[in-house]
């Protein structure tokens, strides 16, 4: 069983600044790709920004220069960090793993519990 485990979010202000966590725990045998989605409230899930196993990185435009992702491997963690924020932001942002739970299974997805980021103007 693997499961997500994201921290971080909570209120911030506009302009503010918010660095997000998902760490993956359970049975692993390794990670493949990581990524940040969020969901804004009437509207669907979208990719905010994503990070190969190799380090490449992939952003949604609007949030080109003001994010950066990040992984630590050793820690089974990926990282959002969120600058210049505005309200239009505000939303449910979740993170997405591709885990190999064992030498013998394929890569799935796993998502992460949610975690609400309002942006206050």
């Known amino acids: 069983q693997v499961q997500l485990v994201q921290s971080g979010g909570g209120l911030v202000q506009a302009g503010g600044s918010l660095r997000l966590s998902c760490v993956a725990s359970?049975?692993?045998?390794?990670?493949?790709?990581m990524g940040w989605y969020r969901q804004a409230p009437g509207k669907q899930r979208e990719l905010v920004a994503a990070?190969?196993?190799?380090?490449?990185?992939n952003y949604a435009d609007s949030v080109k220069d003001r994010c950066t992702i990040s992984r630590d491997n050793a820690k089974n963690t990926v990282y959002l960090q969120m600058n210049s924020l505005k309200p239009k932001n505000t939303a449910v942002y979740y993170c997405?793993?591709?885990?190999?739970?064992?030498?013998?299974?394929?890569?799935?997805?796993?998502w992460g519990q949610g975690t609400q980021v309002p942006v206050s103007s």
């Open positions: 359970g049975s692993i045998f390794s990670i493949g790709a």
């Open positions: 997405n793993e591709a885990v190999r739970p064992s030498a013998t299974m394929t890569l799935a997805n796993y």
């Open positions: 990070i190969t196993s190799g380090g490449s990185t």
